[in-house]
C-alpha cells in the first residue's frame, strides 16, 4: 500500500479482556516497529521485527505483550488480560530494514481505551 | 546503550522569529540522527536525518538541523517560524554500527504565535 495501514483506529475495551491490533507495512519494507505512545509522553520502544524475527524484545512491558510478523507482511500485536495502564496510542512504523540509515514511516496509530 | 534528550517541554516563538529546538544524544559509535514531527491525531512524520557528511542538513518545511559532534547535539531550526509549524517535535537516535532499534526523545511541543 501507500502507507502503514493500523487497524483499528480507536478500541474501547474492559478491564481484563484481551485485544489484537494490526499493522500493514509498505510493500517492501523489511523492519517493522511497535511503539507506544501514553497521553502527553514520547515514544515508548516496544518491539522490532526484521523480516520475521524480533532480535530486539526488550521494550515489551510484560509477559502480557506478544508480537509476531508472517509472510514479512502484516504484524499483530497482542495483549492480554489489559489494564488500565495499557491505555495508549500504539504506532507501528516500517523502513527498508538492511539500510539502517533509513527513516521509519508510521502509520497514524492504534488508539486502545482500557475502561 | 543510546539515549536521546530534549531539554524543553515546550518552546515559544512569535511567528515570523526563528526557533530553536535542543537535542543532545549518547551513543556508542557513530550517530544516525533524525527529526519528526507529530501534527495533533496524527502520526510521526519525518522532517530530516544526519548519516554523514555535511553537518548541516536540510529538510521538509523549511526546517534544518545541526550536527555537533563535540557537544554530541542535533538542534533542529528553522529561521521563520509559522504558525502552522505549531506541533510535537521529536529527536531520534540510532547507533550506526548496529541494526537496532530507533531510540526517541520526549518530544518538545512547538507553539508559534501570530
Known amino acids: 500500500g501507500a502507507g502503514v495501514s493500523q487497524s483499528p483506529s480507536n478500541k474501547v475495551t474492559e478491564k481484563g479482556k484481551d485485544v489484537e491490533l494490526r499493522c500493514d507495512p509498505i510493500s517492501g519494507h523489511t523492519a517493522l516497529y511497535w511503539y507506544r505512545q501514553r497521553l502527553g509522553q514520547g515514544l515508548e520502544f516496544l518491539i522490532y521485527?526484521?523480516?520475521?524475527?524480533?532480535?530486539?524484545k526488550s521494550g515489551l512491558p510484560s509477559d502480557r505483550f506478544s508480537a509476531e510478523r508472517t509472510g514479512e507482511s502484516v504484524s499483530t500485536l497482542t495483549i492480554q488480560r489489559t489494564q488500565q495502564e495499557d491505555s495508549a496510542v500504539y504506532l507501528c512504523?516500517?523502513?527498508?530494514?538492511?539500510?539502517?540509515?533509513?527513516?521509519?514511516?508510521f502509520g497514524e496509530g492504534s488508539r486502545l481505551t482500557v475502561l | 546503550a543510546q539515549s536521546v534528550a530534549q531539554p524543553e517541554d515546550q518552546v515559544n516563538v512569535a511567528e515570523g522569529n526563528p526557533l530553536t529546538v535542543k537535542c543532545t544524544y549518547s551513543v556508542s559509535g557513530n550517530p544516525y540522527l533524525f527529526w519528526y514531527v507529530q501534527y495533533p491525531n496524527r502520526g510521526l512524520q519525518f522532517l530530516l536525518k544526519y548519516i554523514t557528511g555535511d553537518n548541516l542538513v536540510k529538510g521538509s518545511y523549511g526546517f534544518e538541523a545541526e550536527f555537533n559532534k563535540s557537544q554530541t547535539s542535533f538542534h533542529l531550526k528553522k529561521p521563520s517560524a509559522l504558525v502552522s509549524d505549531s506541533a510535537l517535535y521529536f529527536c531520534a537516535v540510532r547507533d550506526g554500527g548496529s541494526q537496532g532499534n530507533l531510540i526517541f526523545g520526549k518530544g518538545t511541543k512547538l507553539s508559534v504565535k501570530p
Open positions: 512504523a516500517s523502513s527498508l530494514g538492511l539500510a539502517n540509515t533509513g527513516e521509519l514511516f
Open positions: 521485527f526484521q523480516g520475521n524475527s524480533a532480535p530486539d
